[in-house]
Structures are given as C-alpha cells and as structure tokens.
C-alpha cells in the first residue's frame, strides 16, 4: 500500500484568506442583490472545497487510519464542489452583467448540458468510479472521466470570459480586469494540479479568484444610508427592480414618523437621531427576511418577499409604537403613519412602484397622525392610471388636441335639431377614446381645467363661425360645460367675451352649463360673473338637476334661463306610476318658475311620447343621437334639418 503525500500548505493559507473574507462580508448589512446572493454561495463552495480538498488528502494518505466509507463520502463531496465551482462563477458573470434573465433562459439551459453531463457521472461514481475510486488496497486512483472535469470547467471560464468581453460596457473596468485575471489564476491553477497531483493549488486559485471578486462588489456603503444604517434610496430602486419584479409582486410598508420636526425642535437634533436610529434599528431587527430602506428624512421601507409577512411586519410595528418611546433618556410618545400593500401586482416601471407607494402615504396622512392604509391593487391601479392620464392629458392639451364631440338636442315636437352640447374626448393612439369621466375629474384636481374650457370654447366658436348658415335651419346654439374653477376666475367673463368678439359670434351663440352640485357653492364670486356675462346677453343653463342637493333658491338665486334634468330623473319604467307622476309634477313646476327646461337621457321612442303629452321644448339622448364628431355633426344636421 503507497501512501501519497500531498502538499496542502497552500490550502490552508486559502482557508485563512477565505475566513478573513467571510468575516468581512458578513459583518456588513449588504444589499440583497443577486449578484451578493451568487457570492455568497462561491465564498461557501470555495471554503468547503478547500476544507474538503485538505481532508481528503489527509484521508487518502492514511486510509489504513479511515473507513472506506467516509474515505468515499468525503471525496464524492469534494468531487461535487468541484464540478460546481467553474459553472457558479460563470453564473456570477451572467448576474453581473444582467444575463440572468427568463429571456435568456433557453441559452442558459443549454449551456449547463456539459455540467448534467458532469452530474450524472459523479452521481454514478460509487458504483461506476467515472470520477475516482479505490483499488483492491484501498489505495485512491483517478476514474477515467476524470480529465473531463478540467475540460469542462475549463469551458466554463471560457465561457465567463466571453461574457464579460462581450458586455464589456456593462461591467465596470475594475470588474473587468479582476474576472480576466481569476479566470487565468483558476485556469493555471487547475492545468498544475491536474499535471502534478500531490500539489494542492486548486483552494489556493479558488480562494484567489473569490478575493479579486470580493474587491470588485459594490462597497455596501454606497447602498447604506449613513445615520441609520439602513438601506439607502438607490439600494431601493435596484431591490424593485432585481427582486420585486422578478417575483411580480410588490409587498412592503411605508412608515412614516410623524413629529420628527417638532421633536428636533423641542429636544435637539441629537434627540431627534436617536429616535431615528433607534427606530431604524427595531425595523431591522423585526426580521430576517425583510430589508429596511430609509426613503427620505422620517420615512422607512420595508420590503419583503412574502405577503404574510407584510401583515405581520405591520402590526409588529403598530404594537411596538403604543410601548416604545426610542429614546433611552427622556420618554418621548412617537407616533407613525403606516400604509401597507394587500395583494399588488409589481408594475411595469420602478419609479411607479414609488409612486403607488407615496400615494399610499399621502392617503395615510390624509387620514391623521397615526392612521393605517391598505394600498389595494384598485388603489395601485388608480395611482398608475391617474399618472398616466395626467400626462396624457399635459400633452393633448399642449398639442391643442382634444376632441370636441357634439350630441345634438332635439325638439321632441317638430322632430329638428336645435342645438348640441359639445363634449370632449381624448384620442389615444393606444387607449382610444378616453371618456371625459376618466379625465375632467383629474383636470379639475390639477386645475389643468380651465385650459380644457378655454380650448373648448375656441373650437365651438371657430365651428359655429364656420358653419353659420345652419342658423337659417332652426340651429340656434352650441352648449359647453364649466366647471367651478372656470366660474371662480375673476377675469373669466372678459375672457368669454374675448372670444365671442374675436370670432364675430353673437352672445347667446354659446350656453354655460353650469352643475347643480357646482351652483350649489353659491359663491359671491360665482354670482357676479354669472351676472356679468348675463349683462352682455350670455345664457346659462343649470345642469344635471336633480343630482345634487340644491334647493330651488339656487335656481331663483342665480341667473338661469335653461334647466337640464339628469338623466336619473327621466324614468326608465314609464308604467311606475310613481316616477312618472314625479316626473310630470317636476317638468310643471320648473315650467312655473320660467325656466327652459332640457330632458337628458332620452333614451326610448315611450319617453320621446311622454314628452310630446308633456310638451317638453327640449331632449337630448341616445333615443335621438349620440355624441359624435363635429365633422359628422355638420353632415348629420344638414340631413336632419332640411
Ligand atoms: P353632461 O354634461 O351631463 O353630459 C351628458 C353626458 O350624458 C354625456 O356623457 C353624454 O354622452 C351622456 N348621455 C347623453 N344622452 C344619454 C343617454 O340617453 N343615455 C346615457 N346613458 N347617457 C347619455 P359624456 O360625454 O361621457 O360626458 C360626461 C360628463 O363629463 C358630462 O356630463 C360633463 O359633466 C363632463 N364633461 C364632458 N366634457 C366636458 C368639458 O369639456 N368640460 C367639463 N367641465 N366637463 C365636461
Ligand atoms: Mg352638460
Ligand atoms: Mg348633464
């Protein structure tokens, strides 16, 4: 029986260098990213390599001292770390230089065949011995495949190295170099070991390969916010993009301290880092699978793989802030604002995961100090689709290009048309026709309304001016609505008037439709434009009645001429007695007051007949058309009225 002596000084210098590594890295409150995740594993593949590499050696030299089977366990798991070493730094290039993706994931496959190939002989190897095995004196000798372990780990290098020469502009120019250089170290290393076997190197060129990596990962400092130790604000942006897209969920909890400006005030600054590291220190103690992000000033994040988990963070913390004060000298009372995700998909882009979140703060704080918000994904959805729409909206406007629809209004009696109200609409090259609901509420908010009705205003003017000869067939008027900022401006009746005179339109060509809900406000200022534009012969019609919870003082109170009934009140079962005795009494009683009185929601030939009997002026619905474009409009009237 030939003992082998093996030199494994090397490898032990490997074990020192790879501990000092270890400890290192895992004293720092790093970044979850994948490419730290692939690290984390080489750094514990390589040690144990290299620890197994110095025992095997020890336990083939004196296999007269070890059984047979820990002498053949302890070299199959070496054998399977070896096989893995090559391919995992491959994955680190792929992670490094955005590879790892489910687009790639045919490529990826494929080009771990060569490693199956490797698995399965080393899952063979007790009984095939494809890799090593032991002779009739229990003496260690090579298997036949043997070489094929350095061959293929050798095509994994290669394979590495061409990556990251191939993405070169992805990668920084340190991580450039230090991959070439370990991919060369690991590459001779291998090719000396496989020539003089009882020199142990391969530890020592792993362990150098792990060290030039280590020096080229992101310091942890650039992701880590100062005072507190969380994570920082990019460290987020880049764990929405590496971890919450690829899980297609979005869980985490925004949390807000609320009186932080006032306890700096009161106590000191001083006081005020101390509730803050201290609270940032309690969030990151809560558990081991959320991260904790410092979003701005007073405003942590957590984020999480798992929805349960959210919930649980949640109410950890609102337990924790009714006992805690996070200050160890003085007993301050902190309170927070929390808002927490149930169930949202992750959007498209990173900067909208943001949002939805800020939005679900905002919410919160809405609600008072200390309230709890659940972003739900109509929430989310709404967040997203109210963004969207404002730009939407930003760029139809500055391109002047919203859509007036014109839906005419009719004489039930002599079956003509007498006039239209204009609508507008949004043409999106993706969404379509973008219904007025899904944007007026939003201009209003936005005040980006009273540029709506100044365009609005301009087209109906330069289309009445155009089409003036309609006036001879019994037209008489276009209808537009306003809403409570345009009303409330104060040179809003010079600028109704600018435009009439501009396009040499008589007043009256125009009617305001003014809400009920609108009207009710009753404002000063809103009465004396309204009287005004009544002055220079302008009409105003009150619109919508009957949704709003107006009295009739608001009718006799301001200048109306015109009454539009919603469409709720026009009854949909004319043999409801009930509604349809409502109805009639309402139509007598605005009558009684003066008013012209619109019916809207027309929409079937039995309320066309009740308006005959009732000898309703006039109606507008779907019964006698619907909203369409102006072009049309013009086509249509012409047909209709001659
Ligand atoms: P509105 O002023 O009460 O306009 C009438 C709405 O009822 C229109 O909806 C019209 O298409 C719809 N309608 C008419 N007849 C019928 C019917 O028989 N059945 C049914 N189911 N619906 C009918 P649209 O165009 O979606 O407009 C919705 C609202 O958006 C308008 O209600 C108005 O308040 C507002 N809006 C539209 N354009 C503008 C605008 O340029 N400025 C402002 N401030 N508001 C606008
Ligand atoms: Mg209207
Ligand atoms: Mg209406």
Same mark, same amino acid.
């Given at each position: 029986?030939?003992?082998?002596? !093996? ?55 004196? +296999? ?14 070496? =054998?399977?770390?070896?096989? =893995? ?39 063979? %190897? ?13 003496? !260690? ?31 920084? #120019? ?39 990596? !280590? ?12 005072? &507190? ?16 897209? *690829? ?58 793989? #798992?929805?349960?988990?959210? =919930? ?7 337990? *924790? ?19 927490? &995700?149930? %169930? ?14 800020? @939005? ?55 079956? $003509? ?27 209003? $908010?936005?005040?980006?309304? &009273? ?7 301009? $087209?109906?003017?330069?289309?009445? $001016?155009?089409? @003036? ?11 537009? %609505? ?30 305001? @439709? ?14 004396? +434009? ?73 929409? &079937? ?11 309703? *002026? ?25």
């Amino acid at each position: 029986m030939a003992v082998i002596l !093996y030199d494994i000084s090397y490898e032990i210098c490997a074990l020192i260098f790879l501990s000092v590594v270890a400890v290192h890295f895992f004293s720092e409150y790093r970044f979850p990213s994948i490419t730290n995740l692939i690290f984390k594993i080489i750094l514990g593949a390589t040690f144990f390599y290299t620890l197994l590499d110095i025992a095997t050696a020890y336990t083939i030299s004196y +296999n007269d001292r070890f059984s047979f089977l820990l002498n053949l366990m302890l070299n199959q798991l070496f =054998f399977m770390l070896l096989i =893995f070493l090559a391919p995992l730094i491959y994955l680190f290039i792929l992670s490094l230089t955005d590879k790892l993706t489910k687009k790639n994931r045919v490529f990826i496959g494929i080009s771990f065949l060569p490693w199956l190939a490797l698995f399965i002989i080393w899952v063979l %190897n007790p009984i095939r011995g494809g890799f090593f095995t032991f002779d009739i004196y229990n003496d !260690y000798i090579h298997g036949p495949f043997y070489y094929l372990i350095f061959i293929i780990s050798a095509f994994y290098l290669c394979l590495a190295l061409c990556m990251t020469v191939i993405n070169r502009k992805v990668i920084q #120019k340190k991580q450039f170099v230090a991959i070439f250089m370990f991919s060369v170290f690991f590459f001779v290393a291998l090719s000396i070991q496989y020539y003089n076997p009882s020199l142990l190197l391969s530890g020592m060129a792993a362990c150098l390969a792990v060290v030039m990596v !280590y020096l080229t990962l992101q310091n942890p400092a650039d992701m880590l916010d100062d005072l &507190t130790g969380c994570l920082n604000r990019t460290a987020l942006l880049r764990f929405i993009k590496e971890r919450m897209k *690829k899980k297609a969920c979005c869980n985490a909890i925004i949390v807000s301290l609320d009186d932080l400006p006032e306890i700096n005030k009161l106590f000191g600054m001083d006081t005020g880092n101390e509730v803050l590291f201290n609270f940032a220190k309690f969030l990151k103690g809560i558990s081991k699978k959320a991260f904790v992000f410092r979003l701005m000033g007073d405003t942590f994040i957590i984020a999480t793989d #798992k929805q349960k988990e959210c =919930f649980e963070i949640k109410d950890i913390i609102s337990g *924790k802030l009714k006992t805690s004060s996070f200050t160890e000298d003085i007993n301050i009372k902190i309170s927070a604002t929390l808002c927490y &995700t149930r %169930n949202v998909r992750c959007p498209a882009q990173e900067s909208d995961v943001m949002l939805i979140l800020l @939005e679900g703060l905002q919410a919160a704080k809405s609600k008072g100090k200390g309230s709890v918000f659940e972003i739900s994904q109509a929430f989310a959805d709404s967040v997203i689709f109210s963004f969207d729409m404002r730009s939407i909206l930003k760029e139809t406007l500055e391109k002047q290009d919203l859509q007036i629809w014109l839906q005419p209004i009719f004489s039930p009696a002599t079956g $003509k048309i007498i006039g239209a109200e204009a609508l507008s609409r949004i043409l999106h090259p993706e969404k379509g026709i973008i219904s007025p609901a899904d944007f007026i509420p939003l201009a209003e $908010k936005t005040g980006m309304i &009273t540029e709506i009705s100044r365009q609005v205003l301009e $087209k109906i003017c330069s289309f009445i $001016k155009e089409h @003036e000869p309609f006036r001879y067939e019994g037209f008489e008027c276009i209808s537009m %609505n306003l809403s409570v900022a345009d009303i409330m401006q104060n040179d809003f009746p010079v600028k109704v008037n600018d435009c009439i005179e501009k396009h040499d339109l008589v007043p009256g060509s125009v009617i305001f @439709e003014i809400t009920e809900t609108a009207a009710a406000l009753g404002s000063d200022t809103l009465k004396n +434009n309204m009287e005004k534009l009544c002055e220079k012969n302008h009409e105003f019609a009150i619109d919508d009645f009957g949704t709003g919870y107006s009295n009739l003082s608001t009718l006799t109170n301001l200048p109306f001429l015109i009454l539009k009934t919603d469409r709720s009140v026009m009854p949909d079962d004319l043999s409801d007695k009930k509604q349809t005795s409502v109805f009639m009494k309402l139509i007598d009683l605005f009558k009684g007051v003066g008013l012209d009185v619109i019916v809207e929601g027309v929409e &079937t030939k039995e309320q066309h007949d009740l308006l005959l009997r009732l000898g309703v *002026k006039y109606a507008q619905g779907f019964y006698y058309a619907r909203p369409m474009p102006m072009d049309e409009f013009a086509k249509f009237i012409k047909t209709v009225n001659s």
